[in-house]
């Protein structure tokens, strides 16, 4: 295995056989066209490279390289290079700052899930990088708005949200004058609500029934349906463009593992959008975390950031009354 730089990214070169399957490695495909699969450049990557090509039918993995071979029509310069192994990807997920693992993600308009509950497990160096992009009309997906200056605050400050998808946003005064100023939109809904919709949208459900809200305000301008004698409202599942998350400890490959409370949203934001960027507190070697152990998989994770330091804030602090 063989490591390189690429635009602040690591990329980490695998053999692959035919029994490896590129959504494991998280890698993009595309289809190639019989000619392509004829080309006699196959016939250079030996037989487990064939054999690998044969069980994927018309697709292979698309991977970086800096070769320059005459490569299969269909395939852009660059992505494959000769193995006596067989055919090799890249695996390129650890980056080295938030402002690289987000290069070429962020632009006006989209959707963001962002994990943390008040500033417990919040991906604060991954937000200050949103900050820094200038990207604009964000509708930004949160239990919460963090609060001033801190967390999704700082966002706010810049006025590059247009909407929030919340179930609490009290502790930020800047959301308050905004909201109340007619600057910016609000989707409220019911904590256990919020964190279901993500989680639908996560496992590929469009929408469910819930009680929670059922004959108030919640419930207006959506379906309703009685189940058993009961009132339920239909809740519709929530996906986004890009999910930034926390996590305590990550390997090289995105396995996640959160520390206790900081756990919260962050495990089923990384499965409901459609690329997720993690920030960690520790990287370490593959192998070094046990399976029975790991709460996100690294299928889930596109990007890894690791932090030099991090900077946990204490949102609330209560202390016993000294006598």
């Known amino acids: 295995m063989r490591r390189e730089w690429h635009g602040g990214c690591e990329c980490r070169w695998v053999a692959i056989g035919a029994a490896r399957m ?22 250079m990557a030996g037989a487990a490279g064939a054999a690998f090509v044969h069980r994927l039918g018309p697709w292979l993995p698309r991977v970086m390289t800096a070769s320059g071979h ?36 962020l632009h006006d308009g989209m959707a963001i899930m962002s994990g943390g509950f008040g500033l417990c497990g919040i991906p604060s160096a991954l937000i200050e990088a949103v900050r820094e992009s200038g990207a604009k009309d964000l509708t930004i997906i949160s239990n919460n708005a963090g609060i001033d200056e801190v967390g ?29 100023a007619g600057e910016l939109e ?18 590929g459900i469009p929408a469910f029934y819930t009680a929670t809200g059922a004959g108030t305000q919640i419930a207006e301008g959506k379906d309703t349906r009685e189940f058993d ?5 239909m809740e519709r599942g929530l996906r986004a463009d890009l999910a930034v998350i926390h996590a305590w400890k990550s390997d090289h490959e995105g396995n996640l593992i959160y520390r206790k409370t900081a756990r919260n949203f962050n495990p089923i934001m990384a499965t409901a959008a459609d690329v997720t960027v993690v920030e960690v507190e520790e990287l370490v070697p593959n192998g070094q975390i046990d399976p029975d152990h790991i709460i996100t998989p690294g299928i889930f994770v596109n990007r890894v950031v690791p932090l030099e330091t991090v900077d946990k804030r204490i949102e609330q602090r209560t202390v016993r009354k000294r006598y």
């Open 152 to 180: 999704l605050g700082v966002l706010l400050q810049t006025r590059q949200v247009r909407k929030m998808i919340s179930s609490y946003v009290g502790e930020n005064a800047t959301f308050a004058q905004q909201y109340l």
């Open 70 to 105: 005459d490569l299969p029509p269909g395939l852009p310069r660059g992505s494959l290079r000769r193995s006596r192994r067989g055919v090799r990807m890249a695996v390129n997920k650890i980056c080295s700052d938030a402002a690289a693992a987000l290069a070429g993600l």
């Open 229 to 233: 004698g009961r009132i339920y409202v």
């Open 186 to 203: 609000i989707e409220f809904n019911p904590q256990g609500t919020l964190a279901e919709r993500i989680r639908a949208g996560g496992a």
């Open 22 to 43: 590129p959504a494991h490695f998280g890698v993009e495909a595309q289809p190639l066209s019989h000619a392509s699969r004829s080309h006699p450049w196959w016939r």
